[in-house]
């Protein structure tokens, strides 16, 4: 059974940081490229950040510079770094891994919520 399992969300002052968590199972995690999207209401999903199998990188402009994303491949678990965080960062964060190979499969955690409010 697959599952992504997302924590690390929470509230938290502008200017502070967190940590979220995806724990995977059930797939080869290796061989998936993994992302963070959030979502904030009224507004569409948007990629936060990605790391490839490779360990490649690449951010939203939005966050450039305050956030990090990693990997581990041998505990199965992709960390998002947050800090500075400002009230726009305000989103329900969800973990995605999507497959370098055929079928190409995607999986979704159920999301966490992060405030950023004084």
């Known amino acids: 059974q697959v599952q992504l399992v997302t924590s690390g969300g929470g509230l938290v002052q502008p200017g502070g940081s967190l940590r979220l968590s995806c724990a995977a199972s059930g797939f080869t995690f290796s061989s998936y490229t993994m992302s963070w999207y959030r979502q904030a209401p009224g507004k569409e999903r948007e990629l936060v950040a990605v790391i490839t199998s490779a360990g490649g990188r690449n951010y939203a402009d939005s966050v450039k510079g305050r956030f990090t994303i990693s990997r581990d491949n041998a505990k199965n678990t992709v960390l998002l770094e947050m800090n500075s965080l400002k009230p726009e960062d305000t989103a329900v964060y969800s973990c995605?891994?999507?497959?370098?190979?055929?079928?190409?499969?995607?999986?979704w955690g159920q999301g966490t919520q992060v405030t950023v409010s004084s």
């Open positions: 995605n891994a999507r497959g370098i190979y055929s079928p190409y499969r995607v999986y």
